[in-house]
């Protein structure tokens, strides 16, 4: 495995790779890494002759400091974790090989990156789109791959694809869960063993809202989920928002759309640290 942290060290190593013929895949990530990337790393081996994976912690996608103060950095670790996976590449620039210059860029797709996270963390989708396209520029890509946990993150990222022509295919990975049902998250590691007990109720709830929703509208089953967790004592909803799952604009009825999805975000212990997660009804 390389480890790369150049742009042009990294576009030399790739046009060799595409001057065999060879196909690439794209793991973009922030580091800490855990059993959630490993999948996302063992698929994209598992479908690419080479695959890359990026480890940049991103500032721009960042709206609070604090946040990106106290994000995990555990570099040695995560190269260990990835050769075991099989990445062929690691490439971990600086943020000034990234951002040579202040990125200006914006970019704006509405409701995707306007509701939920979009809402709560101005700016953010915003950060994400800049860096996700500086990396499928380096790297172009066949493949990239996105941890489904993220969820209305892939659906930013399509419409970006979609607007700026690029050629690769996006690929959504299942949600890996820690055995409580917890999805795992680098933040995961910010939480006390208690938290983290806690923090399984997220996901037992929103299993749960899928029976109640049988015989429930959607505001009624809207409004359980978020007092359901608001009862746990160390939990507290930011928003739950009951979505059609490609626009991600609010559905009220269960047959407004295709996919209809549960987006939840929720404060846990008294750092507090935010967590994630969703559930599809449709
Ligand atoms: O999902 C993440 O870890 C980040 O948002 C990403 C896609 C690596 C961009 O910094």
């Given at each position: ?177 820690e055995e409580s049902g917890l999805a795992m998250s680098s933040r995961n590691t910010l939480l006390t063993d208690a938290e983290r007990q806690t923090a399984a109720a997220i996901y ?65 212990g008294s750092t507090p640290i935010r967590l994630i997660d969703h559930i599809r009804y449709v």
């Amino acid at each position: 495995m390389k480890l790369i942290q150049s742009v042009s060290s990294l576009r030399d190593f790739l046009s060799e790779v595409r001057a065999n013929g060879q196909t690439v895949g794209l793991v973009p990530t922030m580091g800490a890494l855990h059993a959630g990337h490993e999948s996302l790393v063992r698929r994209s081996v598992s479908e690419n002759d080479v695959t890359v994976v990026s480890v940049f912690l991103n500032p721009t996608q960042f709206n609070d400091p604090k946040d990106l103060e106290r994000y995990p950095r555990t570099l040695e670790a995560d190269c260990e974790l990835l050769a075991t996976a099989g990445a062929d590449v690691v490439f971990a620039p600086t943020v000034a090989e990234v951002y040579p210059e202040p990125d200006t860029r914006t970019f704006s797709y509405p409701p995707t990156d306007s509701v939920m996270e979009g809402a709560f963390r101005p700016g953010h989708f915003n950060g994400v789109c800049q860096v996700v396209s500086k990396l499928f520029n380096f790297v172009m890509p066949d493949r990239a791959y996105f941890g489904e946990k993220d969820y209305q993150q892939i659906a930013v990222i399509r419409r970006m694809v979609a607007d700026l022509g690029f050629k690769l295919t996006i690929v959504p990975c299942p949600v890996i869960r820690e055995e409580s049902g917890l999805a795992m998250s680098s933040r995961n590691t910010l939480l006390t063993d208690a938290e983290r007990q806690t923090a399984a109720a997220i996901y037992q709830t929103l299993k749960e809202s899928v029976t109640y929703a049988k015989s429930h509208g959607v505001e009624e089953t809207r409004q359980w989920v978020v007092d359901t967790i608001n009862a746990v004592e160390g939990l507290e909803v930011q928003y739950y928002n009951i979505v059609d799952g490609d626009s991600l604009a609010d559905v009220t009825t269960w047959d407004a759309a295709p996919h209809i999805v549960g987006c939840v975000t929720v404060f846990c212990g008294s750092t507090p640290i935010r967590l994630i997660d969703h559930i599809r009804y449709v």
